[in-house]
Each structure stands twice: as C-alpha cells, then as structure tokens.
C-alpha cells in the first residue's frame, strides 16, 4: 500500500460526515427524538398544572370546611366537636350544610340542628342561608324536616 491510500484509510476527507449509528436514518432518529421529548415535556407540564390545581383547590375546601365548623359553633353558641358535614359533588356547589345536636349526646341521639351555609369566607365564618331542625335518629331528609328557616325553604323541600 502507499502512503496516500495508507492515510486515506485513517481518517476521512475534509467535508465528508460520518452519522452517528451508521448513515441513513440517523436524521431521521434524531427528529423523533425531538418529537417525543417535545411530548414528554407537553404531558409534564399538563400534569404539574392539575397537580397544583388540585391542591389549591383541597386547600380552598378544607378552609371552608374549618369556616363551616367555626360558623355552626358560633351560631348555636354549643362547642361540639362531633358535627357532620354534607357537601354538594354532584352539582359540585360550595353550599355545605352542618348539622350537630341541640343539647349534649351521642351524634343523631339528640334534636339536632342543621345549617345550610353558602358564600365565601369571610373573617372565618360563612353566611347562613337556611337551616332546619332534625328529630332524634333521623336522617337529614326534606321529610325528617321540621322549623325551617331561612330564604330557601321552598327549594330545600322542607314542610311548611
């Protein structure tokens, strides 16, 4: 062999361009990649926006709750710590009504009173739009209902 072929086989010629991984389709590899990092990134984001959505939301509900709870004890001057809370999913409202016992007992053992709270918070308190009274072991249903109050009695289905 002669010295011009020698180095002609140790390195290539100005210009010429060996692909990575062996020739054709190298270009076309490195444009998918591309692609799916550019997906990648798109589901990546999409995910950390409801992530946060999600936890900004729970915490605007459990500051609500903690307000509804606060809002009970005030308005019936009884500091219970056993009250129950019904919250709207299906309309996906932020009404919740609490109920809790009138006098010292078991939950539902005693007449109990249920508020329907709505509007936003407001010095850690809600607004009070209606309530009604429960007898004894029943269930919170417009039947079971009785001495409501409030501007909304027509459509929470309570007796008049």
Same mark, same amino acid.
């Not at 209606?130 to 409030?150: M, Q, S």
């Given at each position: 062999m002669s010295a011009s072929e020698?180095?002609?086989?140790?390195?290539?010629r100005a210009g010429r361009r060996v692909a990575p991984g062996g020739g054709e389709g190298a270009g076309r590899s490195s444009g998918l990649r591309r692609v799916e990092s550019i997906v990648l990134l798109l589901a990546a984001?999409?995910?950390?926006?409801?992530?946060v959505n999600d936890v900004v939301r729970q915490t605007h509900t459990n #500051? +609500?709750?903690?307000?509804?709870l606060r809002t009970w004890r005030a308005y019936t001057g009884h500091d219970y710590r056993n009250l129950s809370i019904s919250q709207d999913?299906?309309?996906?409202?932020k009404r919740e009504i609490v109920c809790g016992n009138t006098s010292?007992?078991?939950?539902?053992?005693?007449?109990?009173?249920?508020?329907?709270?709505t509007g936003p918070v407001s010095h850690g308190r809600r607004a009070v739009s209606a309530g009604w009274y429960l007898r004894? #072991? +029943?269930?919170?249903?417009?039947n079971n209902r009785y001495a409501c109050f409030?501007?909304?009695?027509?459509?929470?289905?309570?007796p008049r």
């Amino acid at each position: 062999m002669s010295a011009s072929e020698h180095s002609f086989l140790r390195r290539p010629r100005a210009g010429r361009r060996v692909a990575p991984g062996g020739g054709e389709g190298a270009g076309r590899s490195s444009g998918l990649r591309r692609v799916e990092s550019i997906v990648l990134l798109l589901a990546a984001l999409f995910l950390g926006v409801a992530t946060v959505n999600d936890v900004v939301r729970q915490t605007h509900t459990n #500051h +609500r709750l903690v307000a509804d709870l606060r809002t009970w004890r005030a308005y019936t001057g009884h500091d219970y710590r056993n009250l129950s809370i019904s919250q709207d999913f299906h309309h996906h409202t932020k009404r919740e009504i609490v109920c809790g016992n009138t006098s010292p007992g078991p939950p539902g053992a005693r007449e109990q009173l249920c508020l329907l709270l709505t509007g936003p918070v407001s010095h850690g308190r809600r607004a009070v739009s209606a309530g009604w009274y429960l007898r004894p #072991h +029943r269930e919170d249903r417009p039947n079971n209902r009785y001495a409501c109050f409030g501007h909304v009695v027509g459509e929470l289905g309570c007796p008049r």
